[in-house]
């Protein structure tokens, strides 16, 4: 259960502090419920000048404002009926193939976290760059990630041209395919090397345009420094074996964070809610009829 509106919830305290105040002001007519005697209670209470359960009564509107402020803050579930969109914030996969990732053990590594993430990217399109001394757009954004597992599956040390280690390289070639977008997301498959100045001013210019950061860490052999992603990462940054920070940065798209978009993948139980504010008006107008 999510809310959608949670900062109506703020007025929750000054109904609590209302609550206090018409406590100790004491029940209706002044306490004198407490001296009266019965006879006298019941005839005044058939007038209509002293209500049956007054000093249950007097807290009902404040009950129904509480009911009206939980269901304007939109407890939802779920819909189990939600329609799927095919969502247009890509995300880019981008795995450091420098020599030290790629002859080593790193290299399953990349290749299991990059595997990992197209299985829990369903209606995101994925795109993949391959990046050392230079950077190779392998595949534009799709909607099938599963095109892209065939061609992670067969790199090896001899799959790029070049050495060296410039993921400022990388992030520019996101910048490109990613133009255009309001939302998207980069996910460095790294070992931290060659973050340099370059670097982290192309992850400025990402940023700027809406583009998230984030990284999953491998070991380097030679080692690298892995904890370097983190000065160009604006989302998490995780090893390798852990998807779970990143993956739930992606799930959290640009529909999630459209109002519109949210109404449709939530059922909001405010209105519910909403209708014991209704009873407890139904109960005043009963006490003054």
């Known amino acids: 259960m999510i809310l959608l509106r949670p900062l109506w919830l703020l007025a929750l305290p000054a109904l609590a502090l209302l609550a206090l105040a018409v406590w100790r002001r004491g029940p209706d007519a002044g306490g004198w419920q407490a001296v009266l005697p019965p006879h006298m209670r019941a005839g005044l209470a058939a007038l209509g000048q002293l209500g049956a359960g007054a000093d249950r009564m007097r807290f009902l509107p404040l009950t129904g404002a509480a009911a009206l402020v939980a269901g304007l803050a939109g407890p939802a579930v779920q819909r189990a009926d939600a329609p799927v969109f095919a969502q247009?914030?890509?995300?880019?996969?981008?795995?450091?193939?420098?020599?030290?990732v790629a002859q080593g053990p790193g290299l399953s590594d990349a290749q299991a976290a990059a595997a990992g993430l197209l299985t829990r990217l369903a209606g995101r399109p994925v795109a993949l760059i391959l990046y050392a001394g230079e950077a190779y757009a392998i595949?534009?954004?799709?909607?099938?990630?599963?095109?892209?597992?065939?061609?992670?599956?067969?790199?090896?040390?001899?799959?790029?041209?070049?050495?060296?280690?410039?993921?400022?390289?990388?992030?520019?070639?996101?910048?490109?395919l990613l133009q255009g977008l309001r939302r998207a997301d980069l996910v460095l498959i790294s070992d931290g090397g060659g973050v340099d100045q370059a670097a982290q001013a192309e992850a400025a210019r990402l940023q700027s345009a809406g583009v998230r950061i984030s990284a999953l860490t491998v070991s380097g052999d030679p080692p690298s420094d892995?904890?370097?992603?983190?000065?160009?990462?604006?989302?998490?940054?995780?090893?390798?074996?852990?998807?779970?920070?990143?993956?739930?940065?992606?799930?959290?798209?640009?529909?999630?964070?459209?109002?519109?978009?949210?109404s449709l993948r939530y059922r909001d139980l405010g209105p519910w809610l909403a209708l014991f504010a209704l009873l407890s008006l139904l109960l005043q107008f009963r006490r003054l009829a």
Do not use: H, K, N, Y
């Open 88 to 100: 247009s914030d890509a995300v880019v996969i981008a795995i450091d193939m420098s020599p030290s």
């Open 139 to 176: 595949a534009a954004p799709t909607d099938d990630p599963a095109t892209l597992e065939t061609q992670i599956s067969v790199l090896d040390g001899e799959t790029m041209p070049d050495e060296g280690s410039r993921p400022a390289a990388a992030m520019a070639m996101a910048g490109q």
């Open 226 to 262: 892995p904890e370097a992603l983190g000065t160009i990462a604006d989302g998490p940054v995780a090893r390798f074996d852990d998807l779970g920070p990143v993956v739930r940065a992606l799930a959290s798209s640009g529909l999630d964070r459209d109002p519109a978009m949210r």
